[in-house]
């Protein structure tokens, strides 16, 4: 039985919770973040990246300036904002990272298992091969607008999925992406939380902004690595590096992107 | 003994919990995600069912176990599967959700609800527990201030649910707000069907005396929440 | 293996303001792997900038300087053709330098 | 402002060729760095280190973020405005080792550099100035904050 006295200022108190607890305070970090002007680490590793691309290698030796990423053998500008994609030869969506070790593998004879092993970096450790060359290529279309071709069956097919995963919630903590990336204007601590659901602009500010240079782990992160990265914190198992799962996330998100201009390697916390 | 809530009298803790649905985990029919939805229609190539047949092999081919997680957290219980989609369950699902969660409401086997606010003010930073990165020997963290102000003066804490600042002190010690928010912690959606925030409860996250740490931090007049 | 360092180096009204970025770990010796053992300190100790070989600038760094270290500061004067020139040394002796000629 | 490395050469204006070469001239030795100071643990003996405790200054123009978002790159930066600066000094209180960062400031370079340091917990930052033999300090806090999910 609900006692009287409890009811009068349940009312009261939920009056004092909201003010606070609906506080659209400003971003607690736009000074930090504006102080550190357009001077990004990542830019050494793009150097590097570049470098990689038109670099002999592998048992094949031979560089990846033959890779096709979509708009022709050899052709990096832009690429990256048509990313993910679908591929004839290989009839598969392809993500830039996925299409890279294709490349690789290919053209240079380096074996997949051993590259995908490990794709991505630890802190304090040289960034991958893989993380070079994304930073790179991501970098080559800045300015462009993100234009995911959603017509091909197969990629609206990957687009449905990660459309799907993104509110699958299950694990011990019932998460799923929707738990911190369906509302507007929240966050976890102070890390600000983008709107990611379907029609939501905040998608546009953050695909357009992978790869970025992540300040606390002194490298840049790819796409791959952060899908990877939110499934761990969603105490799921190990997402597989280029899964269907993956790459479905990475359609959804970059057709939600669409026509947003690509502004990457970004800075992040 | 487990609260009895006839439907009549469930809106009355719908303001308390309401906060909770107002501020941010609400459940799934917020309007703004029903239109966006609604307008983000792109010209479906593929069926429902073929896109789920699609998604159900993906899942089982694009995950691997590691560590402590296996792929049965991949599986999804009743109330997961009605929470997982854009527009939420229906409401009778969501009352049936309620329910079953109020049901199985385990309270503290010695009656006494408060521990240790010392220690439920350090659990309530810890955001570990249960990832593969994690080591299970160690005990999970609550992460509260993941989504909840708590302490007036620490500056890191997150918006996703309410400000807890000053519980105890606004709320007092009834038995019924102890159960309240008891039940709150353990599974809830005993008030919110569909809740953003875990079941630390029901779902093993948090032991009993974790959960009753907790509690203290919130009530306790010596914790800084209440100064 | 020592990386790569971009400076740049731009002419204002007879102020040469320059920015560097350094490619390096700046270990403090302090922290930990992740199997506990603590990784060896590992950071740039002496930078040292030159304009046509005049020592424009000294820096003594320590290891709380931060991972990829940036740096900018402004010369009076400096003109195009000039040779500017950074380098860096470590306490493992390693060492880089850049030169640039000033536009 | 596009930095890959082939628009980096092409940028017109004042930019410039990079030239990356081996070590030009023969490694010279710095004037000595005080290696004692950097290993300092305490602001005390520290200052015992560099001759004295500051007075505070206006004239120091001092930014630092109140709040950082990772303590792992603090973005600073000091002008002195006391004539004869010749060297500038980054502290920070609350670091195990608080001297960061020393910069020598010769004739004809402007007292004023900008870096980034490691803040391990929130502190007072302090600059220190040293003109014509005095030192010279400005005093700034900045939290630093937990951040990231707590995952």
């Not at chain 1, 048509?82 to 240079?108: I, N, S």
């Not at chain 3, 060896?40 to 931060?66: C, F, M, Q, R």
């Not at chain 4, 030009?24 to 100071?37: E, I, K, S, T």
């Not at chain 4, 100035?129 to 999910?149: H, R, W």
Request: hydrophobic residues 35%; contains cysteine.
């Amino acid at each position: 039985m609900i006692p009287s006295q409890f009811k009068a200022w349940s009312v009261a108190a939920l009056l004092v919770l909201s003010p606070s607890a609906f506080a659209q305070d400003e971003d607690v970090f736009a000074q930090y973040r504006e102080m550190f002007g357009d001077d990004n680490p990542a830019d050494l590793v793009s150097w590097d990246g570049e470098d990689l691309w038109s670099e002999a290698r592998g048992p094949k030796n031979a560089t990846l300036e033959e890779c096709d990423l979509g708009l022709g053998p050899g052709v990096v500008e832009g690429a990256y904002a048509q990313l993910p994609r679908y591929f004839a030869d290989t009839d598969k969506v392809m993500d830039l990272e996925t299409r890279l070790v294709h490349c690789m593998v290919e053209l240079q004879g380096f074996d997949a298992a051993e590259i995908t092993a490990k794709p991505f970096t630890s802190t304090g450790e040289p960034q991958t091969d893989l993380e070079k060359l994304s930073t790179y290529i991501a970098g080559a279309s800045k300015g462009m607008p993100v234009s995911i071709d959603l017509d091909h069956p197969k990629t609206k097919l990957a687009y449905e999925l990660g459309k799907k995963m993104f509110f699958y919630r299950s694990g011990p903590y019932d998460f799923g992406c929707s738990t911190c990336h369906r509302q507007s204007g929240k966050r976890i601590r102070l890390q600000a939380l983008p709107n990611l659901s379907p029609g939501a602009e905040d998608a546009d500010k953050v695909y357009t902004t992978w790869p970025g240079y992540r300040i606390s782990q002194g490298s840049v992160r790819t796409f791959e690595w952060r899908m990877r990265d939110c499934g761990r914190q969603q105490r799921m198992p190990e997402m597989t590096f280029g899964s269907d799962i993956a790459i479905g996330l990475i359609t959804y998100l970059a057709a939600e992107a669409n026509d947003a201009e690509m502004d990457a390697p970004g800075l992040k916390r | 003994m487990q609260i009895t809530l006839n439907a009549h009298r469930a809106w009355l803790l719908a303001p308390l919990a309401g906060a909770c649905l107002i501020a941010a985990c609400s459940s799934e029919k917020t309007p703004e995600a029903k239109t966006a939805a609604a307008a983000h229609e792109i010209p479906g190539a593929h069926s429902a069912a073929h896109i789920d047949a699609a998604f159900e092999a993906a899942l089982q081919s694009s995950f691997h176990p590691k560590g402590q997680a296996g792929m049965d957290r991949l599986e999804r219980n009743d109330m997961q599967r009605a929470c997982s989609s854009a527009e939420g369950p229906s409401t009778e699902v969501a009352q049936a959700i309620m329910k079953a969660a109020q049901e199985n409401v385990k309270f503290p086997a010695d009656g006494n609800y408060l521990g240790d606010w010392k220690a439920g003010k350090a659990l309530a930073s810890i955001g570990t527990g249960l990832q593969y990165s994690d080591d299970p020997s160690i005990p999970n963290g609550g992460n509260c201030y993941a989504c909840h102000q708590m302490e007036p003066d620490e500056i890191a804490y997150g918006t996703i649910g309410p400000s807890l600042t000053g519980y105890g002190k606004l709320r007092g010690q009834s038995e019924e707000m102890l159960k309240f928010t008891w039940t709150r912690m353990y599974n809830p959606h005993a008030y919110n069907a569909c809740s953003h925030m875990p079941r630390f409860g029901d779902a093993g996250i948090l032991t009993e005396q974790q959960l009753k740490d907790a509690m203290a931090f919130l009530f306790d007049p010596e914790s800084p929440v209440n100064q | 293996m020592a990386g790569k360092m971009r400076v740049r180096a731009s002419i204002k009204n007879g102020v040469t303001e320059v920015k560097a970025l350094m490619s390096h770990p700046m270990e403090t010796g302090l922290r930990k792997d992740t199997d506990g053992n603590p990784i060896p300190a590992h950071h740039i100790t002496d930078v040292e900038v030159k304009l046509n070989d005049k020592v424009v600038l000294t820096a003594y760094w320590g290891g709380s300087v931060s991972q990829n270290p940036f740096l900018s500061f402004e010369i009076n004067g400096g003109a195009p053709g000039d040779k500017l020139s950074i380098m860096w040394k470590d306490n493992k002796g390693e060492s880089q330098t850049e030169e640039v000629t000033l536009k | 402002m596009t930095t890959t490395r082939r628009s980096f050469l092409k940028f017109g204006g004042a930019m410039l060729g990079t030239l990356a070469t081996a070590a030009l001239w023969p490694l010279q030795v710095f004037a000595a760095r005080p290696d004692d100071a950097f290993k300092s643990k305490s602001m005390t003996d520290l200052e015992k280190l560099l001759g004295g405790t500051p007075t505070d200054s206006a004239d120091i123009d001092f930014k630092t973020p109140d709040i950082a978002e990772n303590g792992a790159v603090v973005p600073v930066s000091i002008e002195s405005n006391i004539p004869g600066t010749s060297e500038i000094m980054i502290l920070v209180e609350q670091n195990p080792n608080p001297l960061s960062a020393m910069f020598l400031i010769p004739e004809g370079t402007k007292p004023a550099v900008s870096t980034r340091i490691k803040v391990a917990q929130t502190s007072n930052l302090i600059a220190v100035v040293k003109a014509n033999g005095k030192l010279y300090s400005s005093t700034k806090e900045t939290k630093v904050t937990l951040g990231g999910c707590g995952g």
